[in-house]
């Protein structure tokens, strides 16, 4: 599991941006959420069996973590991006779950296009567009017109919401807050000269 670690004002920032969703997007159906799935890491080039088991499971939302595809790419084409989210169109499994189940999605460096990348990816604005279109995020979406992915939304009646935040690690990291370095810290922070027993 990757923990990252904000600045207060980073935080804050994010808080804010969270709560300028628009009212569309707030307006969900009315019954409450009882059941959220979620996975991260589906390299489309390995067998996914695991869909089958979310499937029945009913989610009735499920939340795509980030390396949804695995599509690291150099060149301005994006080629093995696009060809990433090609193949993941014939995993009928995640397909299945794509076209019935609600969902969410946020990337994170495989879907972003560089492994441990950030604000210095020079095709960062590729790879979103790669995105937004293979997630069908529509035209009037503010994600659309702003850096990053992050973005929130509401589910469920008054007194029984649920509000789901995604934020974006990726778009506007550097490579001393990437999660990794930041794992790194916190470790050598509790275990600064060797691992811990084993118990």
């Known amino acids: 599991m990757v923990f990252t670690m904000f600045k207060r004002r980073t935080m804050a920032r994010l808080v804010a941006a969270a709560s300028l969703t628009p009212a569309s997007t707030l307006a969900q159906p009315a019954a409450p959420l009882s059941r959220i799935a979620?996975?991260?890491?589906a390299d489309q080039a390995k067998p996914q069996p695991i869909w089958?088991?979310?499937q029945a499971y009913r989610p009735e939302l499920f939340i795509f973590a980030g390396d949804n595809v695995y599509g690291d790419f150099k060149a301005a084409d994006?080629?093995?991006?696009?060809h990433a989210y090609d193949a993941a169109t014939k995993i009928p499994g995640y397909a299945k779950l794509c076209d019935t189940v609600p969902h969410l999605a946020?990337?994170?460096?495989?879907d972003y296009g560089s492994n441990d990348g950030g604000v210095e990816f020079p095709h960062k604005a590729i790879a979103k567009d790669e995105f937004l279109k293979f997630w069908k995020v529509p035209a009037d979406d503010p994600r659309r017109s702003r850096e990053g992915l992050y973005t929130a939304q509401v589910f469920g009646p008054p007194g029984r919401r649920v509000q789901i935040i995604l934020l974006d690690v990726r778009c506007s990291a550097r490579r001393s807050s990437s999660p990794t370095s930041a794992v790194r810290q916190a470790r050598s922070a509790i275990y600064p000269t060797r691992r811990p027993p084993r118990r």
């Not at 979620?38 to 890491?41: D, I, N, R």
């Not at 946020?106 to 495989?110: A, C, G, N, S, V």
């Open 38 to 41: 979620f996975g991260s890491c």
């Open 52 to 54: 089958d088991a979310i």
């Open 78 to 82: 994006a080629g093995n991006l696009r």
């Open 106 to 110: 946020i990337w994170d460096d495989h």
